[in-house]
């Protein structure tokens, strides 16, 4: 069967990832998180000192972006790609409410977008890959085979992210959770550089009342489906 890329875009906390990754294994395909390299890049702005949230010194942060390294190496002991910032394993660190509440600012910023999508699209040459984010079928690989188009309430998303955070441990606030899905959606969707939005051939999935399970059903089925039409 011809390999094809698969893009997942939709709005924060519907569960990309998560059917993005299980799509990628069932069919052998490499699986790429760009939400991770907008996190990880913010996680160097945050570390560095360069925003909080009294200032945002974003010039400063440009100055950086030649020597800042951000890749995808295996975890020898689970076999999983995992985001390294400058070759150090950053995968819990850009996971906090501290990133996620920064992250849209920074992925706002059109040389920050320009580095990682001309990486993202060297990933994507041979082939064969999922990967999930926000302009994927828009901007990334507009001419992708597949693309969905992932969403659900504010509220079952802001459920399931509280319950992801508060299991790992953090301190959170439901209400905290919710702010900041809304917060993220419109910060997403209205940044003048490649705002979130449905490409006119994405299919649009609406899991507010959809399992894992069924999804991941549905897509790898819409995925072999275009991957047959293709021999
Ligand atoms: O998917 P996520 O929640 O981990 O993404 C984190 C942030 O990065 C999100 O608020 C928007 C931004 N993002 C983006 O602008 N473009 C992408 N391709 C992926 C993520």
Known sequence: MGKIIIAIDGHSSTGKSTVAKRLAEALDYLYVDTGAMYRAVTLFALENGLIDDSQQNFEGLKSHLDDLDVSFQRNPETGQFQIHLNNENVENRIRTLDVSQQVSKIAAIPEVREKLVEQQQRMGVGKGMVMDGRDIGTVVFPKAELKLFMTASAEKRA?????????????????????????????????????????????????????????????????????????
């Open 159 to 231: 459920q399931r992210r509280y319950k992801e955070l508060v299991e790992r441990g953090e301190e959170v606030t439901y209400d905290e959770v919710l702010k900041n899905v809304q917060e993220r959606d419109h910060l997403d969707s209205t940044r003048e550089t490649s705002p979130l939005r449905k490409a006119g051939d994405a299919i649009v999935f609406d899991n507010s009342d959809m399992g894992l399970d069924e999804q991941f059903e549905r897509v790898l089925c819409l995925a072999q489906q275009v991957m047959e039409k293709g021999l």
